[in-house]
C-alpha cells in the first residue's frame, strides 16, 4: 500500500454592502429597467406618480413595505394608490429602449410630498472568484443611467489603496478584511457610488489520504509524485506490470482496464491495482 497526504489552501471571501440606496436606484438588467422607488420622505404616503416620455407599458410591480395599485394609466403617466410606510419600496419595471422616465413623486392624499430625482445614475456591482487562485472579479453590468446613455466612467476603489477602471476588473488579494467602492459618472458628470465591504481569508489546511493498493505482479506509478496534493490537482496512475504479468483492471475510485488512469484528488481516496500471469 502507498499512502500519500494532500493539503488544499484556497481563499475565500464573505461580502456585505454597506451603502444606502438613494430615493430611487436603477438597475438595467437585459432589455428590462428595474426602478426601485424608496420612500425618504420620513413617513409614510399613500400614492406615486410617474411621467414618462411617451406611452409606456410597466412589466412587474411589486413592494416592501408598499402595497399600491395602479388607479391611471395615461399616455405615458402611471398613477399608483395605496400606503407606503417609511423607507418603503415600491418596483416597477419597463423596457430599457422604451419611453424614458422624466418624472417621479411621492403623494400624501394626492398632493406631491417629495419628488424623487430620476436623471442621477445607480452603482450596483458583483464580486465573484477570478480565473486565478487568490483573484476576485469586480463587475457592474446592473449600473445603469436612467436617461437611457451609457456611463461615461467606472471607478473601482479599495481600502489597499488600490484603483482601477473599467465596467469589469480582477485582481488578487492577501487574507485580510476590505472595502472597495464602485463610482459611475453619467454623460452629464452626475456620480453615484457603492461601498462593499468583504473579507478574504484562507481556511484551515484540509489532508486527504491517497491509498493504492497493488497486488502481486507489478507496481503503480504516480505522476506528480508529491508528497502532498492540493485539493482539486490531478494525478494520473499508470500500472507497471512485472515481467511476464499482465495487468487486469483498476478497482476503488478508479476503473477500467486501461493502464493509465486520472484521478483528482477531492476527499480520502483509494484505488486498487489487479495484476495476474496469462495460463
Not at 482601477?164 to 452629464?188: M, N, Q
Not at 504516480?222 to 502532498?228: C, F, I, T
Request: hydrophobic share 40%.
Amino acid at each position: 500500500m502507498v499512502c500519500r497526504a494532500g493539503l488544499a489552501f484556497s481563499l475565500v471571501f464573505a461580502l456585505g454592502f454597506a451603502a444606502c440606496a438613494g430615493a430611487l436606484d436603477f438597475y438595467h438588467s437585459s432589455a428590462t429597467v428595474v426602478g426601485l422607488f424608496n420612500n425618504l420622505t420620513g413617513g409614510s404616503v399613500n400614492g406615486l406618480i410617474l411621467r414618462f416620455s411617451g406611452p409606456i407599458v410597466p412589466g412587474n410591480a411589486v413592494g416592501v413595505g408598499a402595497s399600491l395599485h395602479l388607479v391611471s394609466d395615461t399616455a405615458g403617466e402611471l398613477s399608483y394608490s395605496g400606503p407606503v410606510t417609511s423607507n418603503g419600496t415600491w418596483e416597477v419595471d419597463w423596457q430599457w429602449d422604451g419611453s424614458r422616465l422624466e418624472y417621479a413623486a411621492w403623494l400624501l392624499d394626492g398632493i406631491v410630498v417629495a419628488e424623487i430625482p430620476v436623471h442621477n445614475p445607480t452603482a450596483t456591482f458583483g464580486i465573484a472568484e477570478g480565473s486565478t487562485a487568490g483573484s476576485f472579479q469586480f463587475f457592474a453590468p446592473g449600473c445603469a443611467d436612467p436617461d437611457g446613455y451609457p456611463l461615461a466612467r467606472y471607478l473601482w476603489q479599495w481600502s489597499d489603496g488600490a484603483s482601477a477602471d473599467g465596467e469589469t476588473v480582477e485582481r488578487s488579494f492577501a487574507p485580510g478584511k476590505y472595502a472597495v467602492t464602485l463610482t459611475v459618472w453619467d454623460v452629464d458628470g452626475n456620480p453615484a457610488s457603492r461601498t462593499a465591504t468583504f473579507t478574504v481569508w484562507q481556511p484551515a489546511p484540509r489532508i486527504y489520504t491517497l491509498a493504492i493498493d497493488v497486488s502481486e505482479g507489478g507496481s503503480v506509478t504516480v505522476d506528480p509524485d508529491e508528497a502532498a496534493y492540493a485539493y482539486g490537482e490531478i494525478v494520473t496512475l499508470t500500472a507497471v506490470p512485472s515481467e511476464g504479468a499482465v495487468f487486469t483492471g483498476w478497482g476503488g475510485a478508479a476503473s477500467g482496464c486501461e493502464p493509465s488512469v486520472m484521478l483528482k484528488i477531492t476527499g480520502d481516496t483509494t484505488v486498487t491495482a489487479s495484476f495476474g500471469w496469462p495460463t
